[in-house]
T-cell receptor, first 115, second 112 residues
Framework: DSGVTQTPKHLITATGQRVTLRCSPR?????VYWYQQSLDQGLQFLIQ???????AKGNILERFSAQQFPDLHSELNLSSLELGDSALYFC??????????????FGSGTQLSVL | DAKTTQPNSMESNEEEPVHLPCNHS???????IHWYRQLPSQGPEYVIH???SNVNNRMASLAIAEDRKSSTLILHRATLRDAAVYYC?????????????FGKGTLLTVNP
């Protein structure tokens, strides 16, 4: 158990809909990262938040947004969903801002299926 | 980001050592070498990391070539639980590489 909690574990929805994925980082960790894993693209970094502020951005679509709240949990919002958004979404956390020697701890993911 | 090259798959027998190679010929002097693994139906898990010297921890050893253009993750006695995809990743000390950039990794199969 990594200590990172993601909810829900599974989500089934329809095209055009909006969903929210939630992540609780390990106790004391200040950074939260979101990754998307699909069969054809592998693990893709989406975005990182550090202590409530956006720190780094990756291949995140404009239809997607994220935020980190004062209690350090994070939410990833996916809107106008398309079939291609079906994937496993992972959240990770790390103690600080993500320095070169810092370990990331990953949750077990949310499986999103868009029908 | 500097790129890494790993074999797509490898096979091992239980209780035997496994050597997982990674080539990173364009590595810079400030790149750290990180290894993560992903067990089936789970998120990635940190294994080990190093800069120049060989590193050991309870999970594995990391052997880094003298010219740093390649490295090898060593599992001393493979168990069935070690069957996973292993990712070799470079992280730059000097840049803003806060993210981990995962490649396709090596799928390790462990035979009983």
């Amino acid at each position: 158990d990594s200590g990172v909690t993601q909810t829900p574990k599974h989500l089934i929805t329809a095209t055009g809909q909006r969903v929210t994925l939630r992540c609780s980082p390990r106790s004391g960790d200040l950074s939260v990262y979101w990754y998307q894993q699909s069969l054809d693209q592998g693990l893709q970094f989406l975005i990182q938040y550090y202590n409530g502020e956006e720190r780094a951005k990756g291949n995140i679509l404009e239809r997607f947004s994220a935020q980190q709240f004062p209690d350090l949990h994070s939410e990833l919002n996916l809107s106008s969903l398309e079939l291609g958004d079906s994937a496993l979404y992972f959240c990770a956390s790390s103690p600080h801002s993500g320095g070169v020697g810092e370990k990331l701890f990953f949750g077990s993911g949310t499986q999103l299926s868009v029908l | 980001d500097a790129k890494t090259t790993q074999p797509n798959s490898m096979e091992s027998n239980e209780e035997e050592p496994v050597h997982l190679p990674c080539n990173h010929s364009t590595i810079s002097g400030t790149d750290y070498i990180h290894w993560y693994r992903q067990l089936p139906s789970q998120g990635p898990e940190y294994v080990i990391h190093g800069l120049t010297s060989n590193v050991n921890n309870r999970m594995a050893s990391l052997a880094i070539a003298e010219d740093r253009k390649s490295s090898t993750l060593i599992l001393h006695r493979a168990t069935l639980r070690d069957a996973a995809v292993y990712y070799c990743i470079l992280r730059d000390l000097g840049g803003s590489n806060y993210k981990l950039t995962f490649g396709k990794g090596t799928l390790l199969t462990v035979n009983p």
